[in-house]
């Protein structure tokens, strides 16, 4: 491919287009869609989400009093001229010659994102050449606190002013006849070998398992399938593929929904007690052995005044979660749209705008260890550690 070739596309002409109402039009392009939108986002897959990949198409931000062209490429030579271009991709497509045409093709004044809701352990497809580190992002959109736009898998807020009516916290005791599920569909993990977690805690205690990597089966995409299968259990095994500040994903927030006890590795302790609700999940750092674990959640499962000290914090505040398939359409979503809207219309007339590298000490280096406690760490994959799979995500 010559990427210095023309282009068939309509690259927008000016940065600033005025229409009949004096309304202002901003250009935003998604570099590197993930193939798989394109597969998903279908009248037989997710028909509420086909209208996200027609491109080109314009989200309306009245807040602003202006509109977002969004369009798509795969090819660096189609950046020239947009306002924002946002690199979401994260497969390794993205060669150094590739990142050489894109910086080359790179409009003065145009703002780079990375959005993504992975850790940078599983998005090397927006990881640029160390050449390039410390010039290409002006702004991140990620699951951490200190992302320009902060995005996370779920939130809790305490009650303001008049509360709902109380809730009967027995509730989550009734009709839960099983210990403890776990459901993944990634089994070789880059950072810890969660499998080997799960397995040796089936050694001790009863764990069924779901997913590609258990022995039950249920749709993620199926909400109905999930609640009728996840209602039965007390705790969940919420097992994050990597260990690093801030990131609680789904999966955690998922569990409290449904009505279950997480119990996590994945960010530090402080992390969870700062995002979630107030003793609402059992983390890894409280125990000294797995077997003290175990043994704990045995305890709780055949005390039900202690198991429902976890469901307290129900009548105290209120969660806010998103469904996978929602988290799994963020970079395409009209509100992404114009939050980057909103941050552009505020930095506009800065030429140059001062730019990190994501993937050193801020980003990269805050996937470090799964506890503080040396028996959990004992799960964690060497340096030199080499998969047998190819694909990330196997």
């Not at 798989?36 to 027609?54: A, D, G, H, I």
């Not at 010659?97 to 994102?113: E, F, M, S």
């Not at 993504?116 to 390039?132: A, I, R």
């Not at 980057?340 to 030429?351: P, R």
Request: hydrophobic fraction near 35%.
């Amino acid at each position: 491919m010559d990427y210095s070739s023309s282009s068939e596309m309509n690259s927008p002409s000016s940065s600033v287009i005025r229409n009949n109402d004096d309304k202002c039009v901003k250009s935003v392009l998604l570099f590197g869609l993930r193939p798989l939108w394109l597969q998903v986002c279908t009248p037989t897959v997710f028909p509420e989400y086909e209208y996200l990949v027609k491109f080109p198409r314009v989200v309306d931000c009245p807040a602003f009093n202006c509109s977002v062209v969004l369009n798509h490429t795969d090819e660096p030579v189609e950046m020239k001229g947009y306002d924002v271009v946002l690199f979401t991709n994260v497969y390794n497509w993205l060669t150094e010659d590739k990142w050489d045409w894109a910086h080359g093709n790179r409009t003065k004044g145009q703002r780079w994102v990375m959005v993504t809701q992975e850790s940078p352990l599983y998005v090397p497809g927006v990881q640029p050449p160390s050449k390039y580190g410390k010039v290409t992002y002006d702004w991140t959109d990620t699951y951490k606190r200190d992302a320009e736009f902060f995005n996370p898998y779920g939130a809790y807020a305490p009650y303001e002013g008049n509360k709902p009516l109380y809730i009967d916290e027995k509730r989550f005791i009734q009709n839960k006849t099983k210990l403890i599920a776990w459901m993944a569909s990634h089994c070789e993990t880059l950072h810890w070998d969660r499998l080997k977690f799960v397995h040796e805690l089936q050694t001790i205690i009863n764990v069924d398992t779901y997913g590609k990597c258990g022995d039950g089966t249920v749709e993620w995409s199926n909400q109905n399938a999930i609640v009728d299968t996840f209602s039965k259990y007390k705790f969940y095994l919420s097992l994050e593929n990597c260990c690093c500040d801030d990131y609680i994903t789904e999966k955690f927030w998922r569990s409290l929904k449904l009505g279950m006890v997480p119990v996590v590795v994945g960010a530090p302790y402080e992390h969870y007690l700062k995002f979630a609700p107030p003793n609402s999940f059992i983390h890894m750092d409280m125990f000294d052995s797995m077997s003290e674990l175990a043994a704990y959640l045995l305890e709780l499962h055949t005390n039900d005044n202690l198991y429902k000290e976890y469901f307290k914090w129900r009548n105290m505040g209120v969660l806010t979660t998103h469904i996978m398939k929602e988290h799994f359409v963020l970079p395409l979503i009209d509100e992404t749209q114009c939050s980057l809207l909103s941050k552009y219309l505020e930095t506009e007339h800065v030429l140059e705008l001062p730019k990190l590298d994501y993937f050193g000490p801020s980003w990269y280096e805050s996937c470090t260890y799964c506890g503080r406690k040396s028996w959990i760490n004992t799960f964690m994959y060497p340096k030199n550690y080499s998969r047998s799979e190819d694909d990330i995500w196997a």
